[in-house]
């Protein structure tokens, strides 16, 4: 233990730590469960106190180039000169950021033993879905952890610890069915005479999708009444990922991230109930060979999706008529970290004293002390008994 990447207790050393959620991810204000064991051998180990840290925050940084001119000094007629101008910007929101007190051994020792100490917390109802991005000048990721760890007095020793990170995804408020769109479209040739009557109509399988699944679409059109072809249908995934610095200015990003097509129809034809049409549209980020990235709202990071279907139609007049097609807004949650599916690899006889779990509410004294990274601790838990985690263990 002590190494948040290692997927269960360190048999190599005799004192260990880890900590584990009892899921890998939650929606905003569901609570949170999870146990921290400790293992102490080869004696007591001096320290008194078990601490949680929970940590939750958004952040980005990026920098932009751009063009400016400049008078060149002493010419006349008066020349002018350009020059590349860097600018940077960041910003930082906290959500979590508290150093919990879980349990405080009275003989300032902690003795040698196995333990278990049971926690859990209330999500914020308001919470951003997790997330990460970076590209060659730009950087923005939302991230939540908790933490074990026993501070060591002494400095010849190491501090103890173990982080892991659990994923937030934002509330789906609404149904996760079909989502859907219809139009009719009266197309022109040049001088706007009329061509006939489109009907169209688009449908998406779901609203919400996981990374890496495929987006069904199907597509009915009834083009028996116009004298109009429409050779293909495309579909296609946009993001929009936005951030904000301290000063207030905004970068946006849009990316067509997917993309797919079929065939179409011919004029005087239709494509109805058991003939419509069928895309699958893969939710993978092309450019970047991966699944996409989960949407997100925060204050300063913020990603977002639309679905698109367009159809291509032959001989019209841009001025007097436009192609049918819908744009749907989707979500994307986050994909479970992988490494929470490795099994926990327990020392041999684990047979830990459990001790009352501990409700943690998150008070501002708990929060970190940025020139030490300590912890303020009320005046009424300086004795272990004020705690809502009285210091007396029971066995399960």
């Known amino acids: 233990m002590g190494n948040q990447n290692a997927n269960g207790f360190d048999h190599s050393k005799q004192n260990g730590l880890y900590i584990r959620t009892d899921k890998p991810f939650y929606f905003a ?20 106190t078990i601490y949680l840290k929970v940590k939750g925050a958004e952040k980005a940084k990026w920098s932009e180039t751009r063009t400016v001119y400049e008078d060149i000094p002493g010419t006349n007629p008066p020349q002018r000169q350009s ?13 979590y950021k508290h150093k919990i007190p879980v349990y405080i051994f009275q003989q300032g ?8 100490f049971p926690f859990n917390f209330k999500l914020k109802d308001s919470l951003p879905g997790s997330f990460e991005y970076s590209e060659k000048d730009l950087e923005c990721k939302i991230k939540y952890s908790v933490k074990a760890e026993i501070d060591s007095p002494n400095k010849t ?12 995804r934002e509330p789906i408020k609404e149904q996760v069915n079909q989502n859907e769109g219809s139009q009719v479209l009266q197309p022109t040739a040049c001088c706007c005479i009329p ?14 999708y996981q990374p890496g699944e495929v987006a069904k679409l199907q597509v009915e059109i009834d083009n028996t009444q116009s004298k109009v072809g429409i050779p293909i249908i495309k579909g296609s995934v946009t993001s929009k990922l936005r951030v904000i610095s301290k000063q207030g200015h905004a970068r946006v990003l849009y990316r067509v991230c997917a993309s797919s097509s079929i065939q179409g129809i011919e004029s005087g034809q239709s494509a109805l109930n058991e003939h419509k049409k069928d ?5 993978v980020d092309a450019g970047r060979h991966k699944p996409l990235d989960p949407t997100t709202n925060g204050k300063i990071v913020q990603n977002n999706y639309q679905l698109s ?19 749907l807004p989707i979500r994307i949650v986050a994909k479970p970290i992988a490494s929470y599916e490795q099994p926990v690899v327990a020392p ?38 004020g705690y809502q985690n009285p210091n007396q263990p029971y066995y399960g």
């Open 195 to 208: 061509l006939g009557t489109i009907s169209f109509k688009f449908q998406f399988d779901k609203s919400a």
């Open 29 to 48: 204000g569901e609570e949170v469960q999870g146990n921290i064991y400790l293992n102490v051998g080869g004696g007591a180990f001096p320290s008194s």
């Open 83 to 95: 020059k590349q101008v860097t600018e940077h910007y960041d910003n930082d929101n906290e959500f």
């Open 109 to 116: 020792m902690i003795p040698q033993g196995q333990y278990t």
């Open 279 to 283: 895309m699958n549209l893969p939710l």
């Open 157 to 168: 020793l190491d501090k103890i610890k173990y982080k892991q990170e659990f994923l937030v």
């Open 309 to 327: 279907a367009t159809g291509e139609m032959d001989g019209i007049c841009l001025c007097c008529s436009q192609d049918p097609g819908i744009e």
């Open 348 to 385: 041999s006889g684990w047979n830990p004293q459990v001790m009352n779990p501990l409700s943690v509410q998150f008070d501002d004294s708990y929060k970190y002390q940025p020139a030490t990274g300590g912890v303020l601790v009320p005046a009424q838990n300086q004795n272990p008994q």
